[in-house]
């Protein structure tokens, strides 16, 4: 198992940048491609970026290219997601994720997405 707990949402205004961070525990955080989701109220869930276990490979999707940043701390068993620009349509209830796979998480969704955590909520007003 692997458990994962994000932080680091809130209310803040278009234009804003904000940084979500996520904590995992349980299995060896190597082994694990991490990844974030969002889903608006009435809306599919949105893949939104994807890195790999050694760092190298990131992946993002459209809508934040450009914007959106995913690092993370093999040390400190984290991932981030710095996000820049903020738009309202950014609005949405973020996900942590964890699978051997970032081609799992970039596909249907994060369908077979072996873990996931809470969510955070992030506003961004107009």
């Known amino acids: 198992q692997v458990q994962l707990v994000e932080s680091g949402g809130g209310l803040v205004q278009a234009g804003d940048s904000l940084r979500l961070s996520c904590a995992a525990s349980g299995r060896t955080f190597n082994n694990y491609a991490m990844g974030w989701f969002r889903q608006a109220p009435g809306k599919e869930r949105e893949f939104v970026a994807a890195?790999?276990?050694?760092?190298?490979?990131?992946y993002y999707g459209d809508s934040v290219k450009g914007r959106f940043t995913i690092s993370r701390d093999n040390n400190k068993n984290t991932v981030d997601l710095q996000m820049n620009s903020l738009k309202p349509e950014d609005t949405a209830l973020y996900y942590c994720?964890?699978?051997?796979?970032?081609?799992?998480?970039?596909?249907?969704?994060?369908?077979?997405?072996?873990?996931w955590g809470q969510g955070t909520q992030v506003t961004v007003s107009s």
């Open positions: 890195i790999s276990q050694s760092t190298i490979n990131t």
């Open positions: 994720a964890a699978d051997t796979s970032t081609w799992t998480m970039r596909t249907e969704g994060g369908l077979g997405v072996d873990y």
